[in-house]
């Protein structure tokens, strides 16, 4: 769940236990509420909601009140369904071992013992018996989160512990990443022993981000972590300068791991130069903010009508153009029909009038979900077709 944010956030831990001074670097940054981050809320809420719904702990009638407002589209339906699903699975059989198991939903996690002030929201906490579950709803499909040293699930599994760990008698946590879009179910196992010694290892790093230091450490957390200092950090700067400036060494052509090596720094490098220039932009136009060589100037744009269409076809069909003449019509697109009928009635009516074309080849990364496609056998084929 988006926290209300501690300075220290749990979600923001991979970053500030890796680089410290990121704290005092992201102090001058606004929050922007990404388009993302709202549908992230919203399936929250709705996953909320079915769970409370599931385990009677509101009425159908509360459940529509609160839902009423979200903006839910059908996948998120689907994704929050199989999010209450495995919740209630988990919370089942945790229960059929231990008969106090008890389920909390949002609950505040106050791990204040290991980092200063800290605090967050755990979506789905099951406690029972030896053991404490803690599940994390993720809807962002960027990236996939793991659990494995996950910062963020063990400091909730430390206020969880805090919170319950002497009532319960807790040994064993078990921290999930549930991550519907990507197909992403990622389970870490500690006994409590561990995580509380892992919670002491945190301390003076804790301690030390919230110092007010500006010592900063660039590495996979900028990027992973969103770090909004990005466009102005020296460190995050160094790193992507000296991914620039790789070495090669003879033959005078390129390997092919070289050439790998390229294609994957580019990607983060083309990250760096997009979020530089964004921020100069904002710099520039609302803060007056010049840079040597360069000016703010108006972006090209395409003529419109000042009017609205029925004036302007008025005035034609009045000179005598004829509606033909003047209008296009055209069907909507799949997505737009599909929204229209829903994904059921969509596939049964017209399941069998659509097609997809094979997408150009692209290379991404091994992690990439798609399958491979062998370009070198594939062009053999397509050539043993022609002959
Ligand atoms: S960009 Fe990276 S190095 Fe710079 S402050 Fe943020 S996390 Fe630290």
Redesign the pocket.
């Known amino acids: 769940m988006p926290e209300n944010h501690a300075k220290l956030s749990a979600s923001g831990a991979k ?1 500030w236990l ?2 410290p ?2 704290i005092t ?2 102090q001058g940054f606004e929050d922007t509420i990404s388009t993302y981050a709202a549908e992230g809320t919203a399936a929250h809420a709705l996953g909320e909601a079915k769970l409370r719904l599931a385990l009677n702990q509101i009425t159908r009638v509360q459940y529509h009140k609160i839902i009423k407002d979200l903006e839910i589209t059908e996948d998120m339906e689907e994704y929050t369904d199989s999010y209450r699903d495995f919740v209630l699975e988990r919370y089942n059989a945790l229960k059929g071992r231990f008969s106090d198991t008890i389920v909390q939903l949002e609950q505040i996690l106050n791990f204040s013992e290991w980092v200063p002030g800290g605090f967050g929201t755990g979506d789905a906490l099951i406690i029972g018996g030896d053991t404490i579950e803690i599940i994390d709803l993720k809807y962002g499909q960027g990236v996939k989160v793991s659990a494995k040293e996950n910062p963020q699930l063990r400091l909730y599994a430390l206020g969880a512990v805090s919170e319950y760990g002497f009532l319960f008698d807790t040994q064993k946590i078990c921290t999930t990443i549930f991550q519907p879009r990507l197909d992403n179910i990622d389970t870490e196992e500690l006994t409590c022993e561990y995580l509380l010694k892992w919670g002491k290892s945190v301390i003076p790093k804790a301690a030390f981000a919230d110092s007010g230091t500006d010592e ?4 996979e ?2 990027d992973d ?1 969103f ?1 909004k ?2 466009p102005i ?1 020296r ?2 700067a160094e790193e992507k300068c000296r991914m620039a400036a790789m070495e090669f060494r003879p033959p005078a052509e390129l390997s092919i791991d070289e050439i790998a090596e390229i294609i994957d720094q580019s990607e983060r490098l083309a990250i760096w130069s997009k979020l530089v220039k964004e921020y100069a932009l904002n710099q520039a136009v609302n803060k007056g903010i010049k840079y040597p060589g360069f000016k703010v100037v108006e972006g090209r744009s395409n003529r419109k009508y000042s009017v609205s269409d029925e004036k302007i076809a008025r005035i034609l069909t009045e000179k005598g153009y004829s509606e033909q003449d003047i209008y296009t019509k055209e069907i909507l697109g799949i997505s737009k029909i599909e929204t229209l009928l829903s994904k059921k009635k969509f596939n049964e009516l017209l399941g069998g009038c659509v097609i997809k074309p094979q997408g150009k080849p692209t290379l991404v990364k091994m992690e990439d979900k798609r399958p491979e496609i062998n370009t070198a056998q594939k062009a053999a084929e397509d050539f043993k077709e022609i002959i």
Request: proline share 0%; with cysteine; aromatic share 4%.
């Open positions: 970053k890796n680089c001074g990121s670097l992201e900063c450490h660039a590495g957390h900028c972590g770090c200092a990005r950090c460190a995050y």
